[in-house]
C-alpha cells in the first residue's frame, strides 16, 4: 500500500525500523491463550500488527533518544501509546461512529470479526495501554511510570482525544467556526501526538519546565498533521490513503480545507512545519529525526 | 427500586454512606465543561452518578479501612474502579452486545443519547479511571499508585474481564461445562471484585504475601456473587432487578442454574460464603463489613 518514496534516509530508516520493533513487540506481548479468548486476543493482534505509520511510536522514540533513554524501555511506552491509537481506529470505525470499511487497506475489525468483538478488541486495547505502562520493564522508577499513565490518560479521555471525537461527531449538525475545528483537531489527534512526544520527555526524566519547547514542537505538527489529512481527503486518492476518502465532504463536514481553501490550508500546514522546527533550535543533530518527521507530516500522500 | 431491606445495620450504613459519597466523588471530579464536549460528559454522569449497588467501592473501602487508610485516598481508587465497572455495562448494554433497554431502571446509554456516544463515554470512563488512580490524591507514594494502575489494567483486559465477557459471547453459540463457565465468570465479573479487595489492599501497604486470604475471600464471594445473579435471573423480578431479566434461558446461555439446577446452585452459593467468611478468621471486628458483604451477596434481590 505505502508506495511513497521517502527521500530522507534519516526518516526512511527511522520508519522502518519502528514498524518493524512495534510488530515485534505487539507480537511479544500479545500472546494467543489457549481458549475461549483467543478471538479477542486475534482481533486485537489483527488491528496491532502489521499496519499504519507508526508516527506516534517514532515521535516517542525520537525524543526518548535525544535523552539517551534505553531503546527497550521507549518501545515499551510506544506499545501503550500506539494500543490507544489503534483502540480509537477500532471504535472509529464501528458502524455507529464512522462506519469504514477499511483500514489500513484491509477489513476493518468489526468486518473482519464482529462488532461486539470490535468492541471489546477496542476496550482491551485501551486497558492494555495502561497495563504496559504499570510494568517495570518501562522504567525501574514508579515516578516516571506513574508520570507516564497521567500523560496517556489525560490525553486519551474527555479531556483529550475522546473529547475530540465527541467534537466531531457534534461537528456533523453543526456550522463549527475555524477556531473551533481548530481546538477539536488539537484534541482529537493533537492530544495523542502531544503526549507521544511528553512521554518521551518524561523517560528522558526532563522536567515539566524544560519541555515546552518540545510541547510547542508537537502542537505545531499536530495542527499541520491534520491539515494535511484534510488535504488528502480533499485530493483523495482511496488507494494510497488505504481507507475511504472524501468522506468529510459527503458528510458535510467542516475541515481546514473547506474553512481556508486548500491553496491557503497547504501554505498554513508549511508555516506550522517551520514553526515547528523552529522550535527545535536549541537542539543539534540530535533532533535531526524530529525535523525530518515535521517534513513529512506536509509531504505524505497517505 | 431498590426495595429489598437490610437487616444488617452495618452493611446498611456502609451502602448508604458508600453511595453518597462515591456519587459526590463522580459529580466533583466529571464536570460538564463548557463546549461541545459537554454531550460527552453529560452521558459519563448519567451513566455514572445515581445507580448500582457500588459493591466494588464498598469493598476496596472496607479493606482500607481494615488497614487504616485514609477515606479520601480509598474513594479516590474506588471512583476509578467504579468507572471501570460503570463503563463496561455501557458497553454491555449496546446493540451489538447485550442490547439492553434498561439499567439501574432508566434508559441505556445508547437509547438515553445514542450509540455513538455511548461508545465514546464508555471508552471516556475507561481512560478516567487511570487518570484519577494517576493523580497523588489517591497516594502520595508513586508505588502504591502505580501497583494500583497494574491490579486494575489486569483486572479490566484481555486476561480479566474483558476476557471474560468475549467467553460470554462464545457461550451464546457453545456448549460450555462447569469449569468453563466458572473461569469465565471468575474473568467476567471475579476480576473486578478481587481487584477491589486487592487495590484495599495495596492502598493498606500490605505486601502481596498478605493478600493471600484476601485474594481468597474475594474468589468466593466472587463466584457466589455470580451464581446469586443467574439465581436472580432465573426467578426474574424485573422490578427488583432493574433490568431485563430471563434473557440468559431465553438466549440459550449455560448458566450455573442451567447446569446444577436452582437448589443446588443456591446451596453452592450459601457455601461459598461460609467459605469466604472462613478466610476472614484471622481479622476481629474490623473485618465485620466484609462479612455481610458476603451474607448480602447471596441475600440480596437484584
Known amino acids: 500500500m505505502s508506495e511513497v518514496v521517502i527521500s530522507d534516509p534519516l526518516l526512511a530508516e527511522g520508519l522502518a525500523r519502528i514498524s518493524e520493533e512495534i ?19 486475534e482481533a486485537m ?34 506499545i501503550a501509546i500506539e494500543s490507544i491509537h489503534v483502540y480509537s481506529l477500532i471504535h472509529d470505525d464501528l458502524p455507529c461512529m464512522d462506519d469504514d470499511a477499511l483500514r489500513h487497506g484491509k477489513p476493518t ?67 463549527f467556526d475555524l477556531q473551533t475545528i481548530t481546538r477539536l483537531q488539537q484534541l482529537k489527534t493533537g492530544a495523542l501526538l502531544g503526549a507521544a512526544v511528553e512521554m518521551g520527555a518524561i523517560l528522558g526524566r526532563i522536567p515539566p519546565e524544560g519541555r515546552t519547547h ?12 491534520q491539515i494535511a489529512d484534510d488535504l488528502i481527503d480533499h485530493e ?7 481507507k475511504a476518502v472524501g468522506k468529510d ?5 467542516q475541515t481546514f480545507v473547506s474553512l481556508l481553501g486548500a491553496e491557503r490550508a497547504r501554505e498554513q500546514a508549511r508555516m506550522l512545519v517551520e514553526q515547528a522546527i ?21 509531504e505524505r500522500k497517505h
Chains 1, 2 share one sequence.
Do not use: C, W
Open 23 to 41: 510488530d515485534g513487540a505487539f507480537d511479544a506481548l500479545l500472546p494467543v491463550p489457549d481458549d475461549q479468548r483467543a478471538r479477542l486476543v
Open 45 to 78: 493482534r489483527y488491528a496491532a500488527i502489521g499496519g499504519g505509520k507508526r508516527l506516534r511510536p517514532l515521535l516517542l522514540t525520537a525524543v526518548a533518544e535525544m535523552f539517551g533513554v534505553v531503546r527497550e524501555a521507549a518501545i515499551r511506552a510506544a
Open 109 to 175: 475489525v468489526h468486518l473482519a470479526y464482529d462488532e461486539a468483538t470490535a468492541v471489546l478488541a477496542g476496550d482491551s486495547l485501551l486497558a492494555f495501554a495502561f497495563e504496559v505502562l504499570g510494568d517495570p520493564a518501562v522504567s525501574a522508577d514508579p515516578f516516571t511510570r506513574i508520570e507516564l499513565v497521567q500523560a496517556l490518560a489525560h490525553a486519551s479521555g474527555a479531556q483529550g482525544m475522546a473529547g475530540g471525537q465527541m467534537m466531531d461527531i457534534v461537528a456533523e449538525n453543526s456550522e
Open 214 to 225: 518540545l510541547r510547542g514542537y508537537a502542537r505545531d505538527i499536530g495542527l499541520a498533521f
Open 236 to 242: 483523495g486518492d482511496v488507494l494510497l490513503a488505504g
Open 249 to 253: 465532504a459527503a458528510a458535510g463536514k
Open 278 to 298: 523552529g522550535h527545535l533550535a536549541q537542539h543539534g543533530k540530535e533532533a535531526d529525526l524530529l525535523r525530518a518527521v515535521a517534513r513529512y507530516i506536509v
